[in-house]
């Protein structure tokens, strides 16, 4: 609501009439303040990871690992993104040391196996987040005919690579 009022006052028409409304409205100043960018950080990586508090927000809530289905795509996205965090960030800090110069991830990922920053195991895992990252974004990636047979679209599943951790093969299990 502070926020609404916030809004309200800044386009407001006469911005002297503006204050003395937002005086009146908050006369001890502004009480609600938003979260810094560090607290979303946190909350959005407790909430992206397997933790106990995702696991209470999805409490009775059909989660698939089917790779033919939307959901499946996510968690399979969501559980490769946890695994490739720490190889995204060292990638970003060699970004911002400007080690590599480069405008595609391909680009960037060669340059960094390469220069020996990156591990051949490190840009497939790489290579397979932005694969399940493609598909989760084309949501209306239609095949000619779809529609006609009741397809909701093209859900081919990327191959994940062959893992020495335990990376699953894509299957029909799923958690409730």
């Given at each position: 609501?502070?926020?609404?009022?916030?809004?309200?006052?800044?386009?407001?028409?006469?911005?002297?009439?503006?204050?003395?409304?937002?005086?009146?409205?908050?006369?001890?100043?502004?009480?609600?303040?938003?979260?810094?960018?560090?607290?979303?950080?946190?909350?959005?990586?407790?909430?992206?990871?397997?933790?106990?508090?995702?696991?209470?927000?999805?409490?009775?809530?059909?989660?698939?690992?089917?790779?033919?289905?939307?959901i499946g795509q996510l968690e399979r996205g969501l559980e490769q993104a946890e695994r490739?965090?720490?190889?995204?960030?060292?990638?970003?800090?060699?970004?911002?040391?400007?080690?590599?110069?480069?405008?595609?991830?391909?680009?960037?990922?060669?340059?960094?196996?390469?220069?020996?920053?990156?591990?051949?195991?490190?840009?497939?895992?790489?290579?397979?987040?932005?694969?399940?990252?493609?598909?989760?974004?084309?949501?209306?990636?239609?095949?000619?005919?779809?529609?006609?047979?009741?397809?909701?679209?093209?859900?081919?599943?990327?191959?994940?690579?062959?893992?020495?951790?335990?990376?699953?093969?894509?299957?029909?299990?799923?958690?409730?």
């Open positions: 609501m502070q926020e609404a009022f916030r809004s309200l006052f800044r386009n407001f028409p006469a911005p002297l009439l503006a204050h003395f409304l937002r005086l009146s409205v908050f006369p001890t100043g502004l009480p609600c303040h938003m979260p810094g960018d560090r607290v979303d950080h946190r909350v959005a990586r407790i909430l992206l990871s397997e933790s106990e508090v995702r696991d209470r927000l999805t409490a009775g809530i059909f989660i698939t690992r089917n790779p033919g289905e939307r490739v965090f720490q190889t995204e960030g060292t990638l970003r800090g060699v970004l911002k040391s400007e080690l590599l110069s480069g405008g595609t991830l391909e680009e960037l990922l060669e340059q960094a196996l390469s220069a020996g920053l990156l591990s051949a195991r490190e840009i497939q895992d790489m290579e397979y987040m932005e694969r399940l990252r493609q598909q989760v974004i084309r949501v209306d990636a239609f095949e000619p005919g779809d529609s006609a047979q009741g397809r909701v679209g093209n859900l081919e599943p990327p191959t994940p690579p062959a893992s020495p951790y335990g990376v699953e093969r894509p299957g029909q299990g799923g958690r409730l």
